[in-house]
């Protein structure tokens, strides 16, 4: 069974702490996506990545940062996080080689900052 | 730019009721179409998808969609609604310049009434 886990369902910090957010795929996909998910508003993509170390800015990149060190694993950063990143974050995964290919989901991670 | 516009953000009817879940996109090409479900506290998990071999597509649980190009439409039809059915809906097109990437609808939620 294909599987995408996050590290954390739910997650609770304070502003201005740094946040890390992991996400890890068992089908040796290469691409890798961060959304955010919020009420009316859809999925929006922070950031994605094609191949080990290779990062794009997604649609709202500010305040997020990422890494891909291994093809497996892409955590997402919060620098200093503020209560506008309130959010459900999702991480998803594709094979590459065509446009159609089936994004995975992870179940998401719900991160509260106060 | 590819955009996908889902009308109405929830939609509620009756046990054993048509559903129908509508998407509009806008494309310049012929698009790469998804339509993807969210159960509560669960990430996203394909439903179906077009990529041009038959106009009408068939998907799980017994939803089928399709696309019509005169429309621009690519709507999500179920003959007979179930409480399980209950959840969020999201259409999707894959974005042609930049292979695997998807840009979200902004999601219908789905109500079943017993």
């Known amino acids: 069974d294909v599987k995408v886990t996050q590290s954390s369902r739910y997650l609770v910090k304070r502003t201005g702490e740094k946040v890390f957010l992991e996400c890890v795929q068992d089908m040796d996909h290469e691409n890798m996506f961060w959304y955010r998910q919020d009420p009316g508003l859809g999925l929006r993509l922070i950031y994605f990545?094609?191949?080990?170390?290779?990062?794009e800015k997604g649609d709202i990149p500010e305040g997020y940062s990422v890494s891909r060190e291994k093809k497996e694993r892409f955590s997402l950063i919060l620098e200093s996080a503020s209560t506008n990143q309130t959010s459900m974050y999702l991480c998803?995964?594709?094979?590459?080689?065509?446009?159609?290919?089936?994004?995975?989901f992870g179940p998401g991670t719900r991160l509260t900052v106060l | 730019a590819q955009s996908v516009t889902q009308l109405g953000s929830h939609v509620s009817v009756s046990e054993g009721a048509l559903v129908l879940l509508r998407c509009n996109y806008s494309?310049?090409?012929?698009?790469?179409l998804f339509w993807y479900v969210q159960y509560p506290n669960q990430g996203l998990q394909l439903l179906l998808k077009?990529?041009?071999?038959?106009?009408l597509v068939k998907g799980i649980n017994g939803f089928e969609a399709e696309f019509k190009k005169s429309e621009t439409s690519f709507h999500l039809t179920k003959p007979s609604a179930h409480m399980s059915d209950a959840a969020e809906y999201f259409c999707?097109?894959?974005?042609?310049?930049?292979?695997?990437?998807?840009?979200f609808g902004q999601g219908t939620e789905l109500s079943v009434k017993p």
């Open positions: 077009y990529t041009s071999a038959a106009t």
């Open positions: 990545s094609y191949d080990v170390k290779m990062k």
């Open positions: 494309s310049s090409v012929p698009p790469y």
């Open positions: 999707a097109v894959s974005d042609l310049h930049q292979g695997g990437k998807l840009i």
């Open positions: 998803a995964s594709s094979s590459s080689g065509a446009p159609y290919n089936e994004q995975f």
